[in-house]
């Protein structure tokens, strides 16, 4: 009897061993499946985040290049402007009156065929106060033709400037 005890032990024994040992193994290969999935969910995860960096860094340069192009555009608006000083609207400083006087001094007094697309009174109190008018013309070939005459406005009170600081004038003729 003993014999037969020691016998069911041991095969009970090498049972339980084979049971653990297929539930360890099913664990482990449970455990590795979801180590996997894991992996692939943070590759996922890594993916998307790169690609939303990529396009913070893509908007981030679009929103730098928009500001950079606008303040180029700005530039080259003010490549087209001239600073009358000392300038008197006999018509008003509305700036379509203000357009009507400037058109005049260009034909009449500086004896020019360029009109201006635009006038407008300088609004600063400085400015103000010394009669200052921004014209803006179509193209800047119309502009050196009127600052080449501005010689002519010799004997009168008005002056002609350019709308550009030294920095950018420089740039502008090299």
């Known amino acids: 009897m003993d014999r037969i005890e020691e016998q069911l032990h041991t095969r009970l024994k090498e049972e339980v061993s084979k049971q653990v040992a297929v539930a360890v193994q099913q664990q482990h290969l449970d455990a590795q499946v979801e180590a ?4 692939e ?3 996922q995860l890594e ?4 690609l939303a960096l990529t396009c913070s860094t893509s908007q ?8 950079q192009n606008q303040a180029d555009k700005e530039a080259r608006k003010k490549e087209l402007n001239a600073i009358l000083r000392n300038f008197e609207s006999p018509e008003g400083d509305s ?3 203000l357009k009507v006087a400037v058109d005049a001094l260009l034909s009449r007094k500086m004896k ?14 400085k400015d103000a106060a010394l009669g200052n008018a921004l014209v803006q013309f179509e193209k800047k070939t119309d502009k050196h033709t009127v600052f080449k005459a501005r010689a002519k406005l010799a004997g009168t009170s008005i002056g002609m400037d350019d709308d550009l600081t030294r ?8």
């Open 41 to 43: 969910r943070v590759k």
């Open 112 to 125: 020019t065929a360029v009109v201006c697309v635009s006038a407008k009174r300088l609004q600063s109190k």
């Open 47 to 50: 993916e998307r985040l790169e």
């Open 60 to 67: 981030t340069n679009t929103v730098e290049e928009n500001k």
């Open 167 to 174: 920095l950018q004038q420089e740039c502008s003729m090299g």
């Open 36 to 39: 996997q999935q894991l992996k």
């Open 95 to 97: 700036p379509e009156s």
